[in-house]
T-cell receptor, first 115, second 112 residues
Framework: AQSVTQPDIHITVSEGASLELRCNYS??????LFWYVQSPGQGLQLLLK????DTLVQGIKGFEAEFKRSQSSFNLRKPSVHWSDAAEYFC?????????????WGLGTSLAVNP | ETGVTQSPTHLIKTRGQQVTLRCSSQ?????VSWYQQALGQGPQFIFQ???????GRGNFPPRFSGLQFPNYSSELNVNALELDDSALYLC???????????FGSGTRLTVV
């Protein structure tokens, strides 16, 4: 079955600390991988995506993620968190071929940032 | 390049009523997908439309239906609303063979 697991429901970090949000997936083939961020009451903003090539991808707002095929993981990292990073983070996977454009989502990780 | 626009932004309906949500796709995109996001949950795939036909559907009953128009805009219709239909409804446009999805800001539907 296709699924995305975000093991951490809620994470609290201090401003300036490093951050890692975990994402594991189960999919029939190597999918496209995404991280989105959602502020309260808002839509989804794409942070970064992986399709192929270099397994370390850079995104907006200083985020990066590393694709590890052997671990079926796509963890999101940021070296120094800012208070404005407090939000809900979603990992998603989608097909890398065909006209099926369905994304499968994790349940999200809520990030709180202490001043 | 325009993004994805959804309307209305908020909506309150009574149980049993019908609702239509609208989405204008990003220019150049030919596929539209709809997602339901309940409070505290990740988005759930409802269905997608390509070339004005539904070509993929999630685990949603037939009272959830949609349309895609020649200009690639789309509607999501929900009949016989239930309280559990209260959610944020997100529209995403994409291009078959492309590598991105653009999401709208969503429509917040409350069923009372």
């Amino acid at each position: 079955a296709q699924s995305v697991t975000q093991p951490d429901i809620h994470i609290t970090v201090s401003e300036g600390a490093s951050l890692e949000l975990r994402c594991n997936y189960s999919y029939g083939a190597t999918p496209y991988l995404f991280w989105y961020v959602q502020s309260p009451g808002q839509g989804l903003q794409l942070l970064l995506k992986y399709f192929s090539g270099d397994t370390l991808v850079q995104g907006i707002k200083g985020f990066e993620a590393e694709f590890k095929r052997s671990q079926s993981s796509f963890n999101l990292r940021k070296p120094s968190v800012h208070w404005s990073d407090a939000a809900e983070y979603f990992c998603a996977v989608g097909p890398n071929a065909g006209n099926n454009r369905k994304l499968i989502w994790g349940l999200g990780t809520s990030l709180a940032v202490n001043p | 390049e325009t993004g994805v626009t959804q309307s209305p932004t908020h909506l309150i309906k009574t149980r049993g009523q019908q609702v239509t949500l609208r989405c204008s796709s990003q220019s150049g995109h030919n596929t539209v997908s709809w997602y339901q996001q309940a409070l505290g949950q990740g988005p759930q795939f409802i269905f997608q439309y390509y070339r004005e036909e539904e070509n993929g559907r999630g685990n949603f009953p037939p009272r959830f239906s949609g349309l895609q128009f020649p200009n690639y805009s789309s509607e999501l219709n929900v009949n016989a609303l239930e309280l559990d239909d209260s959610a944020l409804y997100l529209c995403a446009s994409s291009l078959v063979g492309g590598d991105g999805y653009t999401f709208g800001s969503g429509t917040r539907l409350t069923v009372v």
